[in-house]
């Protein structure tokens, strides 16, 4: 396994953040400048949001963002969503995206959540047993997405 420390990520991560998210999602076009740092002083300062990264060496070669969502339900235990789960191409397959994900999942049973949820766009087998292995189930439950609608 890599050496790599996982850990909570500050605002001086956001370029290689930035950086890392081309291997999520190669096809968006890059965000400007003051809109990455709003949005990630957003992120980085809440108290319900937190991006969880593993650094190696000198680089973030894994995230995930994580969001605990607080719910008069369940006896007004929160829940967690995972969201944005990456790792750099070079580093796949090392342990280290099923090591952020533990962590978040630690955040949220620290914080008290009584469950998390993951989607996953991808149908790889591969992808899905990898999530399998970082402990969620599939098929627990039936999710349903709908995205806006394009204003062109």
């Not at 965000?31 to 957003?42: N, P």
């Amino acid at each position: 396994m890599t050496e790599a420390i996982v850990r909570s990520a500050a605002e001086r991560d956001l370029p290689e953040v930035l950086n890392l998210y081309l291997h999520l999602h190669p096809h968006d076009p890059p965000l400007e400048a003051a809109t990455a740092e709003r949005v990630w002083t957003t992120l980085v300062s809440s108290s319900f949001m937190t991006v969880i990264v593993a650094q190696a060496a000198e680089a973030l070669v894994a995230s995930c963002t994580l969001a605990i969502v607080p719910n008069l339900s369940r006896g007004a235990r929160s829940y967690g969503v995972i969201e944005n789960v990456v790792t750099h191409a070079d580093y796949r397959r090392l342990g280290l995206g099923r090591r952020v994900l533990a962590h978040a999942l630690d955040l949220a049973w620290q914080a008290d959540c009584y469950k998390v949820l993951l989607a996953t766009g991808s149908k790889r087998e591969t992808t899905l047993r990898f999530y399998e292995g970082a402990g969620f189930l599939r098929g627990g439950k039936t999710y349903f997405e709908v995205r806006r609608p394009s204003s062109g």
